[in-house]
């Protein structure tokens, strides 16, 4: 399968997905005072299948560490920033070796050609829908991708919530983990409020960590504007493994 066909695949495939998302009740626990309720739960939901994508060429964080969003409530760069959120977690795309260079599941070294492939798709002027399309080019010829797993937790009130952190369970050979929609309602939108994202490769006797990162409130904040599942760029956080986390955020009064 040639590249052009594989990102014409998945650019297909992302949107035909971006209207099918549905929230399941989860099992978390109410935050103090009932500000903040967790919402997680599991679907039946694809490994494979990729997220919506608004078609927004611009605004990727870069690092988690800021985006070039307007969030003053005012100005030319989207809807007035909301007081309160809901947030509703997506998947996360994984670079398909680890910092050996070798495959997840198996001895697989990577070939320098695949190396430069990622970092070219990196580059483009749609980095995400790239980066998606090289990655499910490997994993249609048996890339040997991992078994992801983690949890998500929110700094919210000057501190992380531990009574709202979600476990995400495990999928099986992918790479791009889904989160099942696991998120948190009635979140007030504050200076440092922020989202980390942990993930580890299952396997029988030890599992390998994926990578850790986290997303701001500049990222939130573009993932608003965006009024859709946004890809928010993390590959240059921690070891690099863990390319985009995608998102959705929604006001609530």
């Known amino acids: 399968m040639s590249f052009c066909n594989v990102r014409a695949w998945a650019t297909l495939a992302l949107f035909a997905c971006a209207g099918c998302i549905v929230i399941q009740p989860g099992t978390g626990d109410q935050g103090a005072g009932g500000s903040s309720e967790l919402e997680g739960g599991h679907d039946d939901a694809d490994s494979g299948d990729g997220d919506g994508y608004s078609g927004d ?7 988690g560490g800021g985006s070039d969003v307007d969030t003053s409530g005012s100005g030319d760069n989207g809807p007035p920033e909301p007081s309160v959120v809901s947030i509703r977690m997506a998947s996360a795309l994984i670079r398909p070796w680890d910092t050996a260079e070798e495959a997840w599941d198996g001895n697989t070294s990577v070939s320098p050609e695949d ?33 992801p797993f983690g949890h998500i937790e929110i700094f919210t009130g000057g501190a992380w919530r531990a009574d709202l952190q979600a476990e995400i369970l495990p999928t099986q ?8 929609d696991a998120g948190w309602d009635n979140i007030p939108v504050e200076p440092d ?10 396997d029988l006797a030890h599992h390998d960590p994926l990578g850790t990162v986290e997303l701001n409130r ?28 995608s998102l959705s955020v929604a006001a609530q009064q």
């Open 173 to 180: 050979d992918t790479f791009n983990a889904p989160f099942y």
């Open 218 to 245: 500049g990222d939130l904040m573009a993932a608003y504007g965006a009024a859709n599942v946004y890809p928010v760029r993390t590959d240059e956080q921690d070891t690099g493994t863990i390319l985009f986390v």
């Open 193 to 202: 409020m922020r989202i980390r994202v942990v993930l580890w490769d299952e």
């Open 57 to 63: 060429g611009d605004g990727y964080s870069g690092d």
């Open 115 to 147: 190396v430069a492939n990622l970092a070219f798709a990196l580059g483009a002027t749609d980095p995400y829908v790239a980066s998606l399309a090289f990655v499910y080019g490997l994993a249609a010829d048996a890339y040997e991708p991992p078994d």
